[in-house]
């Protein structure tokens, strides 16, 4: 089994892990590797690399997710990540979206095993720290297991020592990438077999985790459980797996609200907008007496216009109050 490296890791969502999300999740979680959100190899090598690559220190170990099909603009843009700091670099081989598969990239990807491995070597060339794919179990309605073997295979053979496997195939035609999250059947077994058949790689499993003892259970059978969704609507599920994991955990979600007090007045000095923030954290009390005001006041366009990071403060009594009163 892997080294606890991987036994918790956050999933890269577009428009959601950003760097304020990651920090957060952080504070929940000490010892969870986090993701970036997808990151092209056009934007990096065309676009603003701060805006797409700053991160704060606190977020180690963070793994930088790219997009691209060019082996010679991975192993640039592999390289620039490594000097940005970054722990590990991703291949994304799993998105379904169709602007993604109009630049060749994503899931697509599946279908080119020795293109996907060719990619592979070019960044392990151009840089020390690891490589890592994410895909998915397979493309459009045929779950024949040798595809995605084939396809693990072309990557161990590359060097890849780490996937992270979507325990779902990825519907090219037809579904929006809202629907692949959710219609695709989950073939769990199929993540287990490949555990099986790869002994020599960590196996990452992603995919439907919505409670801390369902990661439990598979972590008896993989090397490691991805939490996205659920993690960011019911974010004190990183916790439990982090005590659970034998970890660190946060002593209490008031003392996560408060270091993202702390957080959220440095930022905002920097030129941050609040909402920036606290849009990631309205999770933070789900289920807990008062949640839905705590969501509510963060959520105040008028409020967040101010900009006054004690609005995180003010909410937090909003609920202290009311837990008290239970």
């Not at 676009?47 to 704060?56: N, T, Y």
């Not at 997710?65 to 620039?80: M, N, V, Y």
């Not at 609507?233 to 979600?253: I, N």
């Not at 900009?307 to 909003?318: E, K, S, T, V, W």
Request: proline share 5%.
């Amino acid at each position: 089994m892997t080294a606890a490296t991987h036994r918790l890791c956050t999933a890269p969502m577009m428009d959601w892990s950003d760097r304020h999300c990651r920090y957060y999740f952080r504070l929940l979680a000490p010892s969870a590797r986090v993701y970036t959100e997808m990151v092209t190899t056009g934007a990096l090598l065309h676009g603003d690399v701060p805006r797409h690559l700053r991160f704060h220190d606190a977020e180690h170990p963070v793994a930088l997710q790219l997009g691209g099909s060019e082996a010679d603009e991975l192993a640039r843009c592999a390289r620039i990540g490594e000097q940005w700091g970054y722990d590990e670099i991703n291949l994304n081989c799993g998105c379904p979206s169709e602007r993604v598969q109009r630049g060749a990239f994503g899931a697509c990807l599946m279908a080119e095993p020795e293109l996907v491995a060719q990619c592979v070597r070019a960044m392990r060339a151009a840089v020390a720290i690891p490589v890592t794919v994410k895909h998915r179990l397979g493309l459009d309605h045929d779950e024949d297991h040798a595809f995605v073997r084939r396809f693990v295979q072309a990557l161990e053979d590359a060097g890849c020592a780490t996937v992270i496997v979507h325990a779902r195939n990825a519907v090219l035609k037809g579904l929006s990438p809202k629907d692949n999250r959710s219609i695709p059947p989950l073939r769990y077994d199929a993540v287990y077999q490949l555990r099986r058949e790869f002994p020599a790689m960590t196996v990452v499993l992603n995919g439907g985790v919505q409670r801390c003892d369902e990661a439990l259970a598979h972590l008896q059978r993989v090397d490691g459980v991805m939490l996205g969704r659920s993690a960011y609507h019911e974010s004190w599920l990183l916790a439990e797996l982090e005590g659970a994991l034998g970890g660190q955990p946060p002593v209490s979600r008031a003392a996560v609200a408060r270091a993202m007090f702390d957080y959220a007045r440095a930022e905002v000095a920097r030129g941050t907008p609040l909402r920036n923030i606290t849009r990631h954290i309205l999770g933070l009390f789900h289920g807990r007496p008062r949640a839905r005001a705590w969501r509510q006041l963060l959520s105040d366009a008028s409020a967040l216009a101010r900009d006054d990071p004690g609005l995180i403060l003010h909410a937090l009594d909003r609920v202290e109050t009311a837990e008290e009163a239970v």
